[in-house]
């Protein structure tokens, strides 16, 4: 099977009010080892205010190489975001997507996830009056 070598997250936050926030997030990756537990990667930092309402942002991820996620083996069921803070975070859309190695016009792209709509009332936040912590990415139909 084909390794993921990054992922792509592409998330717009709602135009609803106090939808955004500027809180930091993880992206977490279900191992399917024995052992188990999640990989978890910090959003990286944009050059831009993020998550503003109606704003689309994308982030890069690389995986470590002693990482061992392929094409075949993730779908959304193993792909979630966490929220690291309390002031919560409204999405309307979330995209996921994968790439193995760089093989020029033969490398293999496969979007893993996606919600799009975001249901409205599933807010992030610690405060759990507010939203939940952590949400899980639908599969792709």
Do not use: C
Not at 13 to 22: E, F, P, V
Request: hydrophobic share 35%.
């Amino acid at each position: 099977m084909t390794r993921i070598e990054r992922l792509w997250v592409i998330q717009t936050t709602s135009t609803a009010a106090d939808a955004n926030t500027d809180e930091g997030f993880a992206l977490e990756l279900k191992r399917e080892t024995p052992d188990g537990g999640w990989l978890s990667m910090p959003f990286p930092d944009l050059p831009h205010d993020e998550r503003e309402r109606g704003r689309t942002d994308q982030y890069e991820f690389v995986l470590p190489s002693e990482e061992n996620f392929t094409l075949g083996n993730i779908s959304g069921s193993f792909v979630r975001i966490r929220i690291r803070g309390d002031d919560a975070w409204l999405p309307s859309s979330v995209w996921v997507i994968a790439r193995g190695p760089d093989q020029g016009e033969f490398t293999q792209w496969k979007l893993i996830a996606h919600a799009t709509p975001w249901p409205r009332g599933d807010w992030f936040s610690t405060d759990t009056a507010e939203g939940q912590p952590t949400r899980l990415l639908r599969v792709p139909e």
